[in-house]
């Protein structure tokens, strides 16, 4: 049971990426997905959220906006697009899986029971 994370790299503030999430050894259709960011010396914190058939979504303030969350069944892989990067947007980024039956968003950072390796996204002046 794997989750890795991939996408990440150098960009220029306004640019854009697109992260990958891709799980093998399960099936992400039976889980949410949330994806995170740690920047040096601060706490993990949530930056989207998607329940289990993509019917909801959630971001926080600090990036509703500028990211997107969405999923592929048919490849087993949750993406994360990032438009108008700033450079606090640089950190490390996680993805998270938590295997659950309600089409429901999990935000607590504790509810995840697979955690990707993450993937360092630079943003530049």
């Known amino acids: 049971v794997q989750l890795q994370a991939s996408g990440g790299g150098l960009v220029q503030a306004g640019g854009s990426l697109r992260l990958s999430c891709t799980a093998s050894?399960?099936?992400?259709?039976?889980?949410?997905i949330g994806w995170f960011r740690q920047a040096p010396g601060k706490e993990r914190e949530g930056v989207a959220y998607?329940?289990?058939?993509?019917?909801?979504?959630y971001y926080p303030d600090s990036v509703r906006g500028r990211f997107t969350v969405s999923r592929d069944k048919a490849k087993n892989t949750a993406y994360l697009q990032m438009n108008s990067l700033k450079l606090e947007d640089t950190a490390v980024y996680y993805c998270a899986a938590r295997n659950i039956l309600k089409d429901t968003v999990v935000t607590a950072i504790t509810g995840y029971d697979y955690w990707g390796q993450g993937t360092q996204v630079t943003v530049s002046s």
């Open positions: 998607i329940s289990r058939r993509g019917g909801s979504t």
């Open positions: 050894g399960f099936n992400l259709d039976y889980s949410a």
